[in-house]
């Protein structure tokens, strides 16, 4: 697939599932990519941290691939960065505050001179082979948010990538109402759009009222000490705590490393200039608990972060009875039983927690229903094609954009190949779009045997059965790991023993001298033993002494 005089769209990653955004356009023999993210695992993959998508298909088009642009640096967007850019071997273009955190993960992979690291401090066009760029900055719950306008010679797409409505943005200056109509006016041809929150019937609010309640909830709390947790790549939440620190007469302490990472990385790039300074954690327990606010990783539930090792009491910070922790963030789905846990480790301790439930000390970086409705309205586009969401909030989407009248709506999951123009926009084919684990340091794909392996191991256990040597008098020594017989584990080894010996002894000829025969009639003898005693089948491995 070499694109032609035509313009074409695929996804790789991000469409039907929220995460991992991989976007790739076509146009006259050339390759853009935008954006190159990753997402967490989930108990799905046991023992694997960080997905993929699976870039088969630009790897064998390397020479057709032009570059990579970041929309912005959220970890969905870039956090696939320091695994496969040096693999791909082209530039990499973002606004200065996403590029300080592109820099910083090509560092700590060693790659940094590997990859050509292409800094766009302007809002002016740049050409990239056949496609003309422009970056326009839109809100959402990090610094430099942005859409790209992306010109070619069949149409104009404006890629959303995540974004909002915000008045009182806090940080950073979104284009305006006007702005986004004057685009509209020169023609779209294609918006391709965040779809995260189309089923949220208002607006995502602005991060100007979640300052007034933080404030508001801080000053109830007088006298207490508080802990705020928060989405640490959200700096305009940040200045938020920082102000809200000064003026409350609070001195500041930040707990996590990726808080540190992403403060100095903003005050690199101009932002958080008048952030207070911070306390180390032996000063913050010294202060008064009604002088102290603490600003703190963990509102995901992750055990290792700041917030639960404090609530686990292993941590230099500590909370008490009476004070109060405030989750400035929401529950990302999937989380729910690992925040409950750290929830009710603080609850048990008298520790007053207050979430974006109950009083607006957060809200969402991504567009509600009637900010879809004024940005079509604004834009104008002919197609919309809707990205970044699982399959039911594309299509709802789709249906949203028909309804407000775009002529267009295209339904594409990863891996769709559409074409866009010239004539009316449909799909045309389809490529494979699997993903990628982290497993250890080596990356496999998720469908490989070692993780379908894990997966019968996790449910089942495993036996491990030891045949002896040839000639050798003694019964096969057997252990069980993950079967549930602590109690019974002895009668089961003797009886999986005598079932191996008689399943060896029907043996006759040359299947009695056949390795893998032997191995086979002892795997299925220990097996059948253990889903008697247990009621599992579980992974047996056979092997041979001598």
């Not at 929309?71 to 320091?82: K, N, S």
């Not at 866009?420 to 998720?446: F, M, Y």
Request: aromatic letters at 6%.
């Amino acid at each position: 697939m070499k694109p032609k005089n035509e313009l074409l769209f695929l996804a790789l990653g991000g469409s039907g599932e929220i995460g991992m955004n991989v976007n790739l356009y076509g146009c006259d023999g050339k390759w853009l990519m935008v954006d190159l993210g990753m997402t967490f695992s989930d108990p799905g993959y046991p023992g694997v941290d960080l997905v993929f998508a699976d870039l088969d298909f630009i790897e064998e088009r390397l020479d057709d691939l032009e570059a990579i642009v970041v929309t912005h640096a959220h970890e969905d967007h870039i956090g696939a960065v320091p695994y496969f850019a040096a693999d791909l071997g082209v530039p990499i273009y973002a606004t200065p505050f996403t590029a300080e955190l592109v820099r910083l993960k090509l560092e700590e992979a060693g790659i940094q001179d590997e990859v050509e690291l292409r800094i766009i401090d302007h809002l002016d066009e740049f050409q990239v082979g056949p496609f003309g760029i422009r970056y326009v900055p839109l809100a959402h719950s990090i610094a430099e948010g942005n859409a790209l306008l992306i010109d070619t010679p069949y149409g104009r797409v404006f890629h959303t990538g995540d974004w909002k409505l915000d008045s009182d943005p806090q940080v950073g200056e979104p284009a305006t109402a006007e702005e986004l109509r004057e685009i509209g006016d020169d023609g779209v041809l294609a918006l391709v759009c965040d779809s995260t929150n189309v089923f949220n019937p208002s607006a995502s609010g602005s991060e100007g009222e979640v300052r007034k309640a933080l404030e508001a909830e801080i000053a109830r709390h007088a006298g207490k000490r508080i802990l705020v947790t928060t989405f640490a790549s959200n700096v305009a939440r940040l200045q938020t705590l920082g102000r809200v620190a000064k003026e409350s007469g609070r001195t500041l302490c930040v707990a996590g490393r990726s808080l540190d990472r992403i403060i100095g990385a903003a005050q690199k790039s101009g932002y958080l200039l008048d952030f207070p300074d911070t306390v180390s954690f032996d000063e913050a327990m010294d202060i008064p608990r009604g002088e102290l606010l603490i600003v703190a990783t963990g509102g995901q539930g992750e055990p290792r972060a700041a917030l639960g090792r404090i609530a686990a009491e292993n941590h230099p910070l500590e909370l008490s009875k009476g004070d109060v922790v405030l989750f400035s963030s929401r529950q990302i789905p999937g989380n729910e039983l690992a925040i409950g846990y750290i929830m009710n480790q603080l609850a048990r301790r008298g520790i007053e927690m207050v979430t974006d439930r109950q009083e607006l000390i957060h809200v969402s970086g991504h567009p509600g229903r009637p900010e879809l409705i004024e940005l079509y309205g604004w834009l104008k586009p002919e197609i919309l094609v809707p990205v970044h969401g699982e399959t039911r909030h594309m299509m709802e989407q789709a249906r949203l954009g028909l309804e407000q009248g775009i002529p267009h709506a295209i339904d594409q999951r990863n891996g769709d190949i559409v074409r866009l123009a010239p004539g009316k926009p449909h799909k045309i084919g389809e490529t494979q779009a699997g993903r990628l684990l982290l497993d250890g340091d080596i990356i496999v794909p998720a469908d490989g045997e070692s993780i379908a392996a894990r997966r019968r191991l996790a449910a089942n256990g495993l036996v491990t059965v030891v045949l002896p040597g040839k000639g050798a008098k003694t019964a096969p020594a057997i252990s069980a790991v993950g079967l549930p017989l602590d109690e019974d584990m002895d009668d089961f080894v003797a009886e999986a023993q005598a079932d191996i010996g008689k399943a060896l002894g029907r043996l006759k000829g040359g299947r009695a001298k056949d390795r893998s025969a032997v191995h086979e009639a002892a795997r299925l003898a220990a097996r059948r033993a253990a889903r008697r005693w247990s009621g599992k089948n579980p992974q047996v491995v056979v092997l041979t002494m001598g």
